[in-house]
């Protein structure tokens, strides 16, 4: 059971957007930032989105983060076949002292 | 470019220890932490901890005191993670990344993995 709720997959088609929810609570999403990372097959996870809603360089502008309260989300528009990944939300939890994840969302382009 | 690299693959038997290394290059290896998290096949990323470079602070994920040690090395720039009493469910794939100091869960980048594997 992850501290962070994502659900587990999503899907879509080329061209079009969606949106990956991450749930937390006050100790962790509430009161620090949240970082977003996608893990394409067989790979090490990769830096997508940083404090909330900025994107590293090289990271394409159709990525884009937003937080509210205790939720935040990863919307991908434009999408494209390597898109298709598991992506991954994250924070510092106050309480635990420890950096804590969401299970991870599969997203399938169709 | 700012890089590292991790150990090659290891296999282990139920009881044993396993030191895993991560070396960093591109960047001054005091001025950023660096983190574990661990994958187990098929599941999701577990964070096992992190390490200052600089003054050798600690913080253990509560599930892995007592059985997990992390260290450095500052002449070469090496992080090592080392788990103890090894068990089946701790096969996984072992991820070293780096964090800016007070920035908990900003993982970049992130170095290839090492698969440890626990079986008898």
């Known amino acids: 059971q992850s501290v962070l709720t994502q659900p587990p997959s999503a899907s879509g088609t080329p061209g079009q957007r969606v949106t990956i929810s991450c749930s937390g609570g006050?100790?962790?999403?509430?009161?620090?930032?949240v970082y977003w990372y996608q893990q394409l097959p067989g790979t090490a996870p990769r830096l997508l989105i940083y404090?909330?809603?900025q994107r590293p360089s090289g990271v394409p502008d159709r990525f884009s983060g937003s937080k509210s309260g205790t939720s935040a989300s990863l919307a991908i528009s434009g999408l494209r076949s390597e898109d298709e990944a598991d992506y991954y939300c994250?924070?510092?939890?106050?309480?635990?002292?420890?950096?804590?994840f969401g299970g991870g969302t599969k997203l399938t382009v169709l | 470019q700012v890089q590292l690299v991790q150990s090659g693959a290891e296999v282990k038997k139920p009881g044993d220890s396993v030191k895993v290394s991560c070396k960093a290059s591109?960047?001054?290896?005091?001025?950023?932490?660096i983190s574990w998290v661990r994958q187990a096949p098929g599941q999701g990323l577990e964070w096992m901890g992190w390490?200052?470079?600089?003054?050798?602070?600690?913080n253990y994920a509560q599930k892995f005191q007592g059985r997990v040690t992390m260290t450095t090395d500052t002449p070469t720039s090496t992080v090592y993670l080392e788990v103890r009493s090894l068990r089946s469910d701790d096969t996984a794939v072992y991820y070293c990344?780096?964090?800016?100091?007070?920035?908990?869960?900003?993982?970049?980048?992130w170095g290839q993995g090492t698969l440890v594997t626990v079986s008898s």
């Open positions: 990344a780096r964090v800016p100091y007070g920035s908990g869960s900003w993982f970049d980048p």
């Open positions: 591109g960047y001054t290896f005091t001025s950023q932490g």
């Open positions: 390490i200052s470079p600089y003054n050798g602070n600690r």
């Open positions: 006050r100790s962790n999403i509430g009161g620090n930032s």
């Open positions: 404090k909330n809603n």
């Open positions: 994250a924070a510092w939890d106050d309480s635990l002292n420890g950096g804590v």
